[in-house]
């Protein structure tokens, strides 16, 4: 059951945003090794601590951390590997990978948001506005992929927080059975 917060953009989004960054920025950041340890152990990273921020703020179940273990994981391996390279394969990998995702974790929000349809081009939409606008900033040539992580995080973060707070906010508590079963809280 989650518990009702006075303020989401006080309780809730700092510490989305902070799960976010401390997962992204753990890529190349913090290990500073690129291989497929590293991009699991992120990916865990992330979606256990955004399971533990989401359980809290919407309810969520264990759903959400075991489709985010592995999705999330394979889109950091992949980004490290092949798609930070090239302008065009981030956004493609974040399409494809979180778009998939988007859709594994649909099924955890469904129960708890009235418009859980959404998070599927939510959270790959995210992923390209974060990556865009770290390209509108163009860090500097002595940048590492630790600052591409950590503007990446903050952004993705904001982002997709400010989108879960919404849903939750925009959704109806039905007081009666005339309600579908699938769309009662």
């Given at each position: 059951?989650?518990?009702?917060?006075?303020s989401?953009?006080?309780t809730?989004?700092?510490?989305?945003?902070?799960?976010?960054?401390?997962?992204f920025?753990?890529?190349?950041?913090l290990?500073?090794?690129?291989?497929?340890?590293?991009?699991?152990?992120?990916?865990?990273?992330?979606?256990?601590?955004?399971?533990?921020?989401?359980?809290?703020?919407?309810?969520?179940?264990?759903?959400?951390?075991?489709?985010?273990?592995?999705?999330?994981?394979?889109?950091?391996?992949?980004?490290?590997?092949?798609?930070?390279?090239?302008?065009?394969?981030?956004?493609?990998?974040?399409?494809?990978?979180?778009?998939?995702?988007?859709?594994?974790?649909?099924?955890?929000?469904?129960?708890?948001?009235?418009?859980?349809?959404?998070?599927?081009?939510?959270?790959?939409g995210?992923?390209?506005?974060?990556?865009?606008?770290?390209?509108?900033?163009?860090?500097?040539?002595?940048?590492?992929?630790?600052?591409?992580?950590?503007?990446?995080?903050?952004?993705?973060?904001?982002?997709?927080?400010?989108?879960?707070?919404?849903?939750?906010?925009?959704?109806?508590?039905y007081?009666?059975?005339?309600?579908p079963?699938?769309?009662?809280?």
């Open positions: 059951m989650p518990i009702q917060l006075k989401p953009w006080i809730f989004w700092p510490l989305w945003v902070l799960a976010n960054v401390v997962s920025y753990s890529v190349s950041g290990f500073a090794v690129p291989d497929i340890i590293t991009a699991f152990s992120a990916g865990i990273l992330l979606a256990v601590l955004q399971w533990l921020v989401l359980r809290r703020h919407v309810g969520v179940d264990y759903t959400w951390l075991v489709a985010g273990t592995v999705v999330y994981g394979v889109f950091l391996m992949i980004t490290m590997r092949w798609a930070i390279i090239s302008v065009f394969r981030f956004p493609v990998t974040c399409v494809v990978c979180l778009g998939l995702l988007g859709l594994l974790q649909r099924g955890a929000l469904k129960p708890y948001v009235d418009s859980a349809g959404l998070w599927p081009v939510a959270s790959p995210a992923a390209i506005v974060a990556y865009a606008f770290v390209l509108m900033l163009r860090p500097g040539a002595g940048s590492t992929l630790a600052t591409f992580w950590l503007i990446f995080g903050i952004i993705y973060g904001a982002v997709t927080g400010a989108i879960i707070i919404w849903l939750k906010e925009s959704t109806k508590r007081v009666d059975d005339s309600a079963s699938w769309k009662r809280a």
